[in-house]
């Protein structure tokens, strides 16, 4: 995380149009932890990267590169993306660099939507790492972050995780709304720390509209979505 310079990434690639994710919940719902609760914002910082793989075992050979302490040998990961996304392409050869600047390797895996998606569901020996996203899936973490469920792609599997996430739904206190909103804060801190996956950002979608077409305001519901289009109008 440390690595990863995200502002310049967002600047160079999404041209500013994206906010930074420390956690699985993005700031525009009301249960979003912040630096205020306590969350790490992971700035950029690449002599702490460095120096937190020092403290891990993760040495420096002759040639600066890391050797991966479970293997003895220079660290060496796949990267898989979408070969016909622009941007991923993008991000995947300029996240390859910033990770090769502190000592480990990055081998870039193109690969069609479809294959990519098949083969980290299959857990196939291939997936090192991938890039990939979520859609809108609210502040309900248990799909896709406890253990053993089928959208918990990473297959991260921590027992203090998921006790955490039944503090956010099996139990009494998950009825009360403010309650349940610490439960979460709680949970997002947690993983914050534990770092389960590489968190990016949020980008937002652009959408362009013409001066002449009018919509009402009541149906801005959701930028970039289409409600009642016969409500609308061009005018004169």
């Not at 859609?135 to 599997?157: E, F, Q, V």
């Not at 956010?168 to 801190?189: C, G, H, N, S």
Request: charged fraction near 30%.
């Amino acid at each position: 995380m440390y690595a990863i310079p995200r502002e310049l990434i967002i600047d160079s690639i999404y041209k500013g149009n994206a906010e930074i994710l420390n956690s699985p919940i993005t700031e525009i719902i009301n249960s979003h932890a912040t630096e205020d609760d306590g969350m790490n914002p992971y700035e950029f910082d690449i002599d702490k990267a460095n120096e937190l793989l020092d403290e891990a075992g993760w040495e420096l050979d002759e040639d600066e590169n890391r050797i991966d302490p479970n293997t003895g040998e220079p660290a060496n990961f796949n990267l898989m993306y979408t070969q016909d996304n622009k941007k991923e392409q993008d991000l995947a050869t300029t996240l390859q660099k910033y990770i090769e600047d502190i000592g480990i390797t990055i081998t870039l895996q193109p690969e069609e939507g479809t294959t990519k998606s098949d083969k980290i569901q299959d857990d196939d020996d291939e997936v090192d790492m991938w890039i990939g996203a979520w859609g809108a899936i609210g502040d309900d973490p248990k799909g896709l972050w406890y253990t053993g469920m089928p959208w918990n792609w990473p297959r991260w599997s921590d027992e203090k995780n998921d006790e955490l996430i039944k503090a956010t739904y099996a139990t009494e206190d998950a009825f009360d709304e403010d309650k349940r909103t610490e439960a979460l804060i709680d949970w997002q801190l947690y993983v914050n720390e534990q770092v389960p996956l590489l968190f990016l950002w949020t980008y937002y979608d652009v959408v362009l509209m013409s001066d002449q077409l009018s919509i009402p305001e009541e149906e801005m519901i959701d930028l970039g979505s289409t409600y009642n289009p016969q409500n609308w109008w061009l005018n004169q």
